[in-house]
Each structure stands twice: as C-alpha cells, then as structure tokens.
C-alpha cells in the first residue's frame, strides 16, 4: 500500500548549520510532493512543492530534492535558525482529482543557539 | 492572521456529549477538509467536501458528522465520541479539489475526550 515515512523522527542541529530532513515514498505513480512546517500550537503551513518531472526546487532558504529512482524527498534549509525549529511533514498526492495526500508521520528539527 | 479560522481551540468533553468544531476560511476558496492528527500519527484525512458537496468519507465512524452549509463554511458533529478520539482536528481549504498546491491548515481543535 501506499505510505510515506521519515527517516529520523527527531533531528538536532547547530544554528547556523544546513539541515536535511529525509522522506521515503512508496507510491512511484505519485506525481506530487509537498513539504509543510508545524510550529508548536499550530496548523502546518506550506514551505514548499515539486512536481515529479523536476528533480530540486529551490525556495528562500530551502530546497526541495526529489530522487524518483531510489522514491526519496528531501528538504533542505540552510543557516538553519531556532525559527525552523518545528515539525517537518511531507506528502505525496496519491491520486489526481483532488487534493488527496498522504502525509508521513514527521520529523521534529530542534535548533540550538 | 491565518485565513482559516477554528473553534474552539480546545474543548474536553464525555463521552455522551455532544458537541460540533467549527472551521470558516476566509480566501475564497472551494474546497474544505477534516483532518484528525493524532500523535505519533499521520495526519489522516477524514473529510472532503468540493463547492459544499461532501467527495470523501475516509471510513470516518458515523459518532463524526461533517456539515458544510456553504464554501466557506464547515462543521465536525461530535456524539458519543470515545477516548481515542482525543487528538487536534485540522481544517484545512484549497482553491479547488483539482489542483495542485497547497492546503492551507487551520490552528486546530484540541479534542480531549473523558
């Protein structure tokens, strides 16, 4: 079946440092993939999107690398700040129609000072 | 200033009350969702509903009752709910059902079942 996961449930990094939050997908006829941000309290919020033909996106501070052959997400954000510190999901849209889309379970970024 | 607002932001109740979420956005949108995120979980889609017409029933027990009286607006009926039904229920609304993009969330209802 189709499912989405993460590698690390919990990433810690260094302000200043680049982070990487990895994604594994399933479904290879998934042609979109999204990652969101969930700060504590609140509704997660869009960071950024990929469609299956591109391979990176590129957004302020973050980039998004889509790897089709091995079915692997990853965001990036560089000079990561305490800001970023937050839940990171990705989805894919397992169906076209509508917005159905399969979330993966997180991956929490502490940053320090 | 989010542009989809939900209340309340918190509500414990027993397991024979009733009582209903409310979600309004503000961005004109067509479509409106009811997602329950659960820790440790993906977030799991519960409903859909496209220019008011309800396009997804994800399995949901009948104790759920979704009502969206018109694009703007969408409710969650809660009866009988049990306590693993605690968890933060997300609106979220998008443009329409058929496009790519994002789904803009809500804050949440903290749903804390007795």
């Known amino acids: 079946g189709e499912s989405v996961g993460l590698h690390l449930p919990t990433l810690s990094v260094q302000e200043g440092d680049n982070s990487i939050i990895n994604c594994a997908y399933s479904?290879?006829?998934?042609?979109?993939f999204i990652w969101y941000k969930q700060e504590s309290g609140k509704g997660p919020q869009f960071i950024i999107d990929i469609r299956s033909n591109m391979d990176k996106r590129q957004g302020q501070r973050v980039t998004v690398l889509l790897n089709k052959t091995v079915k692997h997400l990853s965001l990036q954000i560089a000079a990561t700040q305490p800001g970023d510190s937050a839940v990171y999901f990705c989805?894919?849209?397992?169906?076209?129609?509508?917005?159905?889309?399969?979330f993966g379970t997180g991956t929490r970024l502490l940053v320090s000072p | 200033e989010t542009g989809v607002t939900q209340t309340p932001r918190h509500l414990v109740m027993g397991m024979t009350n009733k009582k209903s979420l409310k979600c309004e956005q503000h961005l004109g949108h067509n479509a409106m969702y009811w997602y329950k995120q659960s820790a440790k979980k993906p977030l799991e889609l519960m409903f859909v509903?496209?220019?008011?017409?309800?396009?997804e029933n994800n399995s949901v027990p009948s104790r759920f009752s979704p009502e969206c009286p018109n694009s703007s607006h969408l409710f969650l009926h809660l009866h009988t709910l049990q306590p693993e039904d605690s968890a933060l229920y997300l609106c979220?609304?998008?443009?329409?059902?058929?496009?790519?993009?994002?789904?803009?969330f809500g804050e949440g209802s903290r749903l804390t079942v007795l």
């Open positions: 479904n290879s006829a998934s042609d979109y």
């Open positions: 979220a609304s998008s443009r329409d059902r058929g496009t790519n993009g994002e789904l803009f």
């Open positions: 989805a894919e849209r397992a169906s076209t129609g509508f917005q159905k889309l399969v």
């Open positions: 509903y496209s220019l008011e017409e309800r396009v």
